[in-house]
């Protein structure tokens, strides 16, 4: 595994996490507005029998969520405690800002006051240093 992909497992993570609680909205307001439906019709069995199979949807998924929340924080701290082992300020300031905080390259240059090619040019020496760190 590259000092890259090492780096962007947190963000990948987050993104899944992201994605599981659209699907857990979706499922609410999908057995939301199924319950809503007035009629005065007696409901069928299976109308209750969707309902429950929308709960335990719900439910397994935030179980999965929340076990997704954990590993990330686990992730997020052993990955702030490599970063920080690193000598050189620039590529630990570089690499936290990048890949913990998230930010944009432009973002990255302004707060550091490098070009955006020099930005570019650190990353790539911070993540070479860092490979060698990490194997």
Not at 9 to 34: D, F, M, N, P, T
Not at 89 to 114: C, G, P, S
Request: with cysteine; aromatic share 8%; glycine share 4%.
């Amino acid at each position: 595994m590259t000092a890259k992909e090492y780096l962007r497992r947190c963000y990948h993570l987050q993104g899944l996490i992201r994605a599981k609680k659209e699907k857990i909205a979706q499922l609410r307001e999908r057995a939301v507005s199924c319950n809503n439906r007035l009629s005065f019709e007696p409901r069928a069995q299976s109308g209750g029998d969707r309902m429950s199979a929308a709960v335990a949807k719900i439910c397994d998924l935030e179980v999965r969520l929340a076990l997704d929340e954990l590993r990330l924080a686990e992730l997020e701290a052993e990955i702030i405690g490599r970063i920080d082992a690193l000598e050189v300020l620039d590529y630990r300031r570089l690499l936290t800002l990048r890949y913990v905080n998230y930010k944009k390259w432009e973002e990255i240059a302004l707060e550091m006051h490098y070009s955006y090619r020099r930005i570019h040019e650190l990353h790539s020496r911070a993540l070479l240093y860092f490979e060698g760190l990490i194997q």
